[in-house]
């Protein structure tokens, strides 16, 4: 039971082959109906973060569920994530994602709520 969920992705991985940087890619591209050489765009990463079979697999449906777009270590990757997040709230409005990279002291690029 949880009544906060949070959707982590690393904004590293677009860009580059699922079969690279998906943690079990064959499920992930099975649930985007993608073969495993398919480049990560940021339609693919937030259609697999709102995917019932993907972060949002077993979330109550009391839950609060927000996203973050960890890895955004610099300008391009900050863009990625702002389209990214663009890409979540079309699909599900109303959805609160942050954009940030952990390892800076100034963490939080951007909150899309």
């Known amino acids: 039971w949880a009544d906060t969920v949070i959707a ?11 079969s690279e ?9 099975g649930v985007l109906g993608v073969p495993l050489d398919t480049v990560l765009t ?3 990463l937030a259609q697999l973060i709102l995917s019932e079979n993907g ?3 077993g979330l109550p449906k ?3 569920f927000s996203v973050l777009l960890n890895k955004a270590d610099n300008q391009n990757r900050i863009l990625l994530g702002i389209e990214t997040a663009k890409r979540i709230r079309d699909i599900m409005p109303n959805t609160r994602v942050v954009i940030a990279s952990l390892r800076d002291r100034d963490t939080v690029k951007a909150i899309m709520y």
Do not use: I
Request: aromatic share 6%; charged share 25%.
């Open 55 to 57: 972060q949002k697999k």
């Open 8 to 18: 982590v992705s690393g904004l590293d991985a677009v860009g580059k082959p699922l």
């Open 42 to 44: 940021p339609d693919l």
């Open 62 to 64: 009391t839950a609060f």
């Open 21 to 29: 940087t998906c943690f079990r890619s064959e499920l992930a591209c």
